[in-house]
């Protein structure tokens, strides 16, 4: 990481475009060396000092009573992951004090782990730094060797220097959230579908999402549609069964997204930011893998992976261009991933539940 003092305000925009946040002009700021080099107009900014020589990286060392912060701009899975792993370092020296700098969105997650100190805003200035012990970073994941091939936690706890998790970290929802988004009764089983991220080769299809709803509900289970609203989803009403539950764009904040998935029994999403939830709210779930690796569930004991069968599977490319120049990712329409298919695995995961930990 670098320190940088702003010349005049800066923004630097997040993957939609909207700004993430705004520097203040003649602040110094801890940034992530990325982000100087992408996000930033070197005309509007001075390097001033690496950020380690301020502020020496956590590599290891034996902890008490020591202060550290963790500057954090991963996405909203990459939070409940890297909880998971401050947990785990919590527990190995209780009286640790570890502190996160984040943006709002993973602020949100955040708030709902029971074992973290307290959530600053992202970024740091530099005199906040002198609270602190040490600092971990994440900027080094890149250069772990055979990263490729290890599980999420071993990834992210070999980069900060925390001990492995053996388990997701737990989520304490807010009772008054737990009630606002209370379902009524129901004697049904109830799946969620995670429609998913338009703009993602991730993303199972629409059509092949609308065709599994109505072929649960064909199994007197009761469907509840979810995920972030979007043009691509204005008309999916016109194609349901009349008994599927839209609820996209009705579970924007993250706690009121938990309380809901809680309530059911089974969710079906890709590889997204629900998996991750899932697994921490200890949910069984079917996991569909397209373009990317199920490898990256391998620590999640209730989550139930189905992968396509398409020669091109996994290409590793999420968001983008296919590499072989189609228009979406056509694994998904292998025959391995088709919705008949997918329903008889959630029907068999209801009568004979995966164990929960």
Known sequence: MQLIKTIGPVSANNNSNQPAYTLEPNETYALYDNETAAAMRF????????FDARLPNYAGQSLTNERL????????????????CLKALRDTYPDVTID?????AAKEVFQLTPTLGELLTYPLRADQLDAYNYHLSFEDIASI??????????????????PRPNRPVSLNIPESVATSSALPPTQQQRVAIHVGEPDSLRT?????????????????IEVILFGAPSAQHESINTNLAPQVKNRIGKTTAIADLAATL??????????????HLAAALNINTIALFAPTDSAIAIDYKTITTIESQATCS????????????????????????????????????????AHRI
């Open 204 to 220: 199972y299809p629409i059509d092949l999402t609308i065709n599994l709803a109505n072929e649960l509900c064909q199994n007197n």
């Open 145 to 162: 060797p055979n990263a490729t091939r290890l599980s999420l936690f071993d990834l992210f706890s070999t980069c900060l220097n925390t």
């Open 69 to 84: 912060v963790l500057p954090f701009i991963g996405r909203l899975g990459d939070a409940l992951i890297t909880a998971a």
């Open 314 to 353: 996994p290409c590793g490319v999420a968001f983008g261009a296919c590499p072989i120049a189609h228009p979406t990712c056509i694994a998904h329409n292998d025959v391995s991933l088709a919705p008949k298919r997918i329903a008889i695995q959630v029907i068999n995961l209801i009568q004979e539940p």
């Open 43 to 50: 005309e509007t900014v001075q390097w001033v000092a690496t």
């Open 100 to 104: 996160i700098a984040c943006l709002p």
């Open 262 to 275: 809680q309530q059911m029994d089974v969710i079906i999403t890709g590889d997204s930011f629900p998996l």
